[in-house]
């Protein structure tokens, strides 16, 4: 007899295979459904964190360019234009035109940022999903320029209730809009710097807000899509929403070409490819 044959015999259930293999089968079927139930709710879980933080940034987005379109798209063109109509009454001036004192018109009302929900945002793809790469790169400088576009808001208002309160003539009032050199040789250049910084930050916060809602669909969808052949899911797909009407507000992506040089091209799954190549030449014809 051999050695396995002995080590069954000895330690076998007395009463036959069939009620041990029965047991067997029995716990590691229970095992399995628990598994099984255990990984599909994680999954739904998380796919439910992924649609919630979707429609978040999103919703950052659409408030940042609602404050853009009405706030902050005048500001740059307003100091320009006070800059080109300062500079042509200065060459009329010097070409012996007789013309009145320079007059001008600048739009100093307070600015504010609305509340946006990144904090919530944040807790969401931290605590409940598994997101990495561009879309955990685009979160992060998305809740810092946040921050930033807030801090710079405030000292603007805080420059223009200074500008309410001095004692300054137009002169003074025009070098500090423009950071001219003033009669003393000082160049103060806080207030155009300022612009110019909250523009910049405004279109940050569009740009990261966007990328992470499309980096968030497409992870959501590509994981809905693995599951799907296991696990019967009924949860809709994400759709990315359609920006058409926010034509000429959103910043173009070249301007970003050196922060999405930093994550390897993502190539389309080849089904993807397969169908998109059709729409191409349906369209076509």
């Known amino acids: 007899m051999s050695i396995l044959s002995e080590f069954i015999h000895s330690y076998a259930p007395q009463n036959g295979w069939g ?12 095992a399995f459904a628990a598994s099984r139930a255990h990984n599909k709710r994680t999954i739904v879980a998380e796919l439910h964190a992924l649609n919630a933080a979707h429609q978040l940034s999103i919703a950052i987005a659409n408030i940042i360019l609602a404050l853009k379109r009405q706030n902050i798209a005048p500001l ?7 800059r080109l109509e300062y500079e042509s009454h200065k060459t009329m001036v010097r070409a012996g035109s ?21 904090v919530a945002l944040e807790k969401i793809i931290f605590e409940k ?3 990495r790469g561009r879309a955990l790169a685009a979160l992060v400088s998305l809740v ?13 208002n805080e420059m223009v209730e ?4 001095a004692q300054w003539n137009d002169q ?14 000082i160049i103060d250049q806080r207030f155009p710097t300022n612009i110019e910084a909250i523009t910049r930050y405004t279109d940050d916060c569009i740009f990261f807000a966007k990328t992470l809602a499309t980096d968030l669909a497409e992870y959501a969808n590509t994981l809905r899509w693995k599951a799907s052949w296991f696990y019967y899911l009924r949860i809709p797909k994400i ?27 993502r190539r389309a799954p080849r089904w993807k490819q397969f169908f998109a190549s059709l729409k191409r030449k349906a369209e076509a014809t």
């Open 19 to 30: 009620t041990f293999f029965t047991a067997a089968f029995g716990a590691f079927a229970g």
């Open 76 to 82: 740059e063109p307003g100091i320009e234009r006070l």
């Open 98 to 118: 007789p013309l009145a004192p320079f007059r001008f018109e600048l739009d100093m009302h307070s600015l504010f940022l609305p509340a946006t929900p990144h």
């Open 129 to 131: 999903t598994l997101v």
């Open 144 to 156: 810092g320029t946040i921050d930033s576009l807030g801090m710079s808001i405030e000292i603007r």
């Open 162 to 165: 200074e500008r309410r309160t």
């Open 172 to 185: 003074e009032r025009l070098e500090f809009f423009l950071g001219l050199r003033s009669a003393a040789g």
């Open 239 to 265: 759709d990315e929403p359609n920006w058409s009407w926010a034509e000429g507000l959103i910043p173009n992506e070249e301007s970003y070409s050196n922060w999405l040089r930093g994550f390897p091209s």
